[in-house]
Structures are given as C-alpha cells and as structure tokens.
C-alpha cells in the first residue's frame, strides 16, 4: 500500500530555511495533489498547501511569501521549503496526499526553530 | 479564510455512551466538511469526507450530518479506542481550515 515518510532537520535556527522532504513508496507522486500540514506541539493543525504534478499549486496566504512546494517524479518525492523560519514555525510537519481531504499521511516529523 | 469553530474543546464520557461534536463554519461550505481522529503521537485519521460518507475502514458507529455552516459529528456506543482529539476541516476554498478540536476523554 501506499506509504509517506517525511525526512529532513529537525533543528533549524531562527532566520534560516526549514527544508523537509516526503518519499512515496508504493504509489507514484504522478498522480493525486500532495499536501504538507503542520501542528504546533500541543496545538491544532494549520494546512500550509498543495501541489498536483501538473503544476497546479495552492498555498495558504499567511505562509505564501516563504513558502515552496515542489515535486521531483524522478525521485518520487515531494518537497517543503520556508524561509525566514521562527520560533512560530516550530512544529509537527505531516506529509498527506489529497487537495479536499487527506485520507493518507505520513507519520509527521518534529522541527525546532532554535539556535 | 473561513473560521471552524468546534464545540464543545472538551468531552468526557463513558464506553457505550453516544456523543455529538458539532462544527460550525463562519460561511457557507456546502458539504465540504471533513472529520479527522487523532490520537497522542499519530498523525491525523480521516474518518468523513462530504460532511456524510464514511471513509472506507472507518467503523459505521462514526456518522456524520450537516449542510452550509452547521455540522455533527456522531459517535454511537463509544468504544475504548474512540477516546482521542477530533478535528473538523473545510475544504471548501483554501487556505483548507481546521477546527481547534475537541478532547474525548474517558469518564
């Protein structure tokens, strides 16, 4: 079956890049729209955006000026970049498939915003 | 962005009790409201899309109703393993918001 596992830092200091990639195994990044989430430790979730192969991208407004969704089918990955982190942006990120709803996630991975 | 306000945060019952949890939105959403359960360490599980359908694997004491800006969310008989944070989420337009949650814990 279809399975998401986030990768990347899990320590980024204030003011640089957070910079997180979700591996699809069992299914290819060439279908369905890919999604990044995040949930502040303790807190509810806030959805940061989507992205279909064909270029279709969605992203939520208060994050737009610093972040980047992108996909690389060679790899079958999917990627996360923001910039000009702070402590604000410390969280649980979460990989998901879907654009209306998200039956499919990854198992989250914790970032630090600290230096 | 359209605001999801759940009610009540926090729940407290007992196995085989029945609970509602409802989610209002501050405009209209049709039926593009989801239900998601998520328990301490564990990514979020969907459990209904469209306000109504039952995500496959998801038990049918799970229900789920509501149109426009008033939603339920509906356990019948709960069961040990229902005790978790449930979230309502729009995807009517995005930014695709979530409600705060609400804790069910046991009683």
């Known amino acids: 079956q279809v399975q998401l596992q986030e990768s990347g830092p899990g320590l980024v200091k204030p003011s640089e890049t957070l910079s997180l990639t979700c591996t699809v195994s069992?299914?290819?990044?060439?279908?369905?729209?890919w999604s990044w989430i995040r949930q502040p430790p303790g807190k509810g979730l806030e959805w940061i955006g989507y992205?279909?192969?064909?270029?279709?991208?969605k992203y939520s407004p208060s994050l737009t000026s610093r972040v980047t969704i992108s996909i690389d089918t060679s790899k079958n990955q999917f990627s996360l970049k923001l910039t000009s982190v702070t402590a604000a942006d410390t969280a649980i990120y979460y990989c998901?498939?879907?654009?209306?709803?998200?039956?499919?996630w990854g198992q989250g991975t914790l970032v630090t915003v600290s230096s | 962005d359209i605001q999801m306000t759940q009610s009540p945060s926090y729940l407290s019952a007992s196995v085989r009790d029945s609970v509602t949890i409802t989610c209002r939105a501050s405009?209209?959403?049709?039926?593009?409201l989801n239900w998601y359960q998520q328990k301490p360490g564990k990514a979020p599980n969907l459990l209904i899309y469209?306000?109504?359908t039952l995500q496959s694997g998801v038990p049918s004491r799970f229900s789920g109703s509501g149109f426009g800006t008033d939603f339920t969310l509906t356990i019948s008989s709960l069961q040990a393993e229902d005790f978790a944070t449930y979230y309502c989420?729009?995807?009517?337009?995005?930014?695709?918001?979530f409600g705060q949650g609400t804790r069910l814990e046991i009683k």
């Open positions: 998901a498939r879907g654009d209306h709803n998200y039956p499919l």
């Open positions: 069992g299914g290819s990044v060439s279908s369905y729209y």
């Open positions: 992205m279909y192969h064909s270029g279709t991208i």
């Open positions: 405009q209209t959403i049709s039926s593009y």
């Open positions: 469209g306000a109504s």
């Open positions: 989420q729009q995807s009517y337009t995005t930014p695709h918001t």
